[in-house]
């Protein structure tokens, strides 16, 4: 038989979703759910599932996923996170609520060399947390905090989601990483806002004064892990590397501080830095394949298509169709991980971008900063899981400041929506050739 739009498209979300609401892993569920599909539908066999994965791992830009991830996981292991700190502490440490303000500077810091939010929230969580808990800080406000801060990770260039979403949109990473800058760093001065009320509020205390001395120590520890962001970005904007050797460099650089320079990584340490990025790093990739799978079908069914003249006849123009595409990424986020729901979502409502001429950038990074808020939202909400079970609280009793310090976030994307050149001022001005 030859299936419909509508009952195909029923039988695929329908599936997906009966599959994840009985605990089915997300890359999992996205391909089981393409079989009653190529079962049913003569025009299709069980071997296009395997062509269609095996088509998103033939992409050379995808190599640079696991490589950021083991430059994230070398940085945690190699105690580069700890000289973060020292450096986060002297430069903000001294205003009301310091080690909240910390908090956010050093997953800023941290965000600008691993592009990996889980990374961040583990590495800095766990030395963070009971620091600021014995400080006197609320252990809800504290685990709140920690993990909205560390969705900067995936904002803030290098990006692990910028480069999944410049490989599957063909679209520029370097120009991607320069759009994120700016969201990021309002999104992290909002932060230090909120901290700042917070801290004025409950009486929260500085974490000290800085003097030059310990100012300069601070610096002159962290100046070579602060030296990444400018090797990877400043290569791959200048033409002179690609993402994955980008990548590659931020991993052997990483490699060198830890087992050279600072010595803190061992050779036993490799063996277990090399398996938990090889873990992380399939689950990602597996997951990428099934979603590629679950995406190019519903093309086939030409719901991309359907979208598209759905939005353009209720003429909701540019600012509408911004909105309606950040809910949709909004609310996907709060149940599936980023990266399928780019290659998922973001491929169905490219269409609809382009036809609202909303540029392939602000596009990109309104779904990127979107999908990272369903990083810190139930039920999937990995970073808030982290934090929490750092803490020892239950999700639910630290939801309340969670969503107090999300609202000026999504404030920031509110603006975004309102005011494109956010995005756009970075890469026409120092990329002018491809987007001037």
């Not at 195909?8 to 996205?30: D, K, M, N, Q, S």
């Not at 806002?193 to 917070?198: C, D, G, K, S």
């Not at 934090?387 to 400041?401: C, E, M, Q, R």
């Not at 999300?406 to 970075?426: G, H, Q, S, T």
């Amino acid at each position: 038989m030859i299936l419909s739009t509508g009952l195909a498209t029923a039988i695929l979300v329908g599936g997906f979703l009966l599959l994840v609401l009985i605990r089915v892993p997300v890359a999992f569920a996205l391909g089981i759910a393409i079989i009653p599909i190529v079962t049913l539908d003569i025009r299709l066999t069980p071997f296009i599932i395997l062509d269609r994965m095996f088509q998103s791992y033939n992409s050379f830009i995808l190599l640079a996923v696991p490589f950021f991830l083991l430059a994230a996981n070398l940085m945690n292991s190699g105690k580069i996170t700890d000289k973060l700190i020292d450096l986060a502490r002297v430069l903000t440490g001294w205003m009301p609520g310091g080690l909240g303000h910390v908090n956010v500077a050093v997953s800023m810091l941290f965000a600008g060399i691993s592009g990996s939010s889980t990374a961040d929230a583990a590495g800095c969580g766990k030395i963070l947390i009971p620091a600021m808990v014995r400080e006197g800080y609320d252990a809800r406000f504290a685990i709140a905090v920690t993990a909205c801060s560390s969705v900067m990770g995936v904002i803030i260039p290098p990006s692990i989601l910028m480069v999944v979403w410049g490989g599957v949109m063909q679209v520029s990473v370097g120009g991607l990483f320069l759009a994120g800058a700016i969201p990021g760093l309002m999104i992290g001065f909002a932060l230090m806002a909120t901290v700042y009320v917070y801290a004025k509020v409950y009486d929260y205390p500085i974490a000290g004064k800085p003097t030059l001395g310990g100012t300069w120590t601070a610096f002159k520890g962290a100046v070579l892990a602060l030296l990444t962001p400018i090797l990877v970005i400043g290569g791959i904007v200048g033409g002179i590397v690609t993402p994955t050797e980008s990548a590659i460099i931020a991993a052997a650089y990483a490699l060198v501080l830890g087992v050279f320079v600072y010595r803190t990584v061992t050779i036993r340490d490799l063996g277990h830095i090399f398996y938990d990025t090889g873990r992380f790093a399939s689950i990602s990739l597996f997951a990428i394949g099934t979603a590629s799978a679950f995406g190019w079908m519903l093309s086939f069914y030409n719901v991309p298509r359907l979208i598209v003249t759905f939005l353009t006849s209720l003429e909701f123009g540019s600012f509408g169709t911004a909105v309606i595409i950040a809910a949709l990424f909004l609310f996907f986020g709060l149940f599936i991980d980023a990266i399928p729901t780019i290659i998922i979502l973001g491929t169905v409502l490219l269409p609809a971008a382009t036809a609202a001429e909303i540029h392939p950038l602000v596009f990109a990074i309104i779904g990127i900063v979107s999908l990272a808020f369903g990083l810190v939202t139930p039920p999937y909400g990995l970073c808030l899981l982290i934090s929490a079970a750092i803490g020892g609280l239950n999700v639910v009793k630290v939801l309340p400041d969670v969503i107090i310090i999300l609202i000026p976030m999504l404030l920031i994307l509110l603006l975004i929506i309102l005011f494109p050149e956010i995005a756009l001022i970075l890469p026409r001005t120092l990329m002018p050739n491809s987007f001037g």
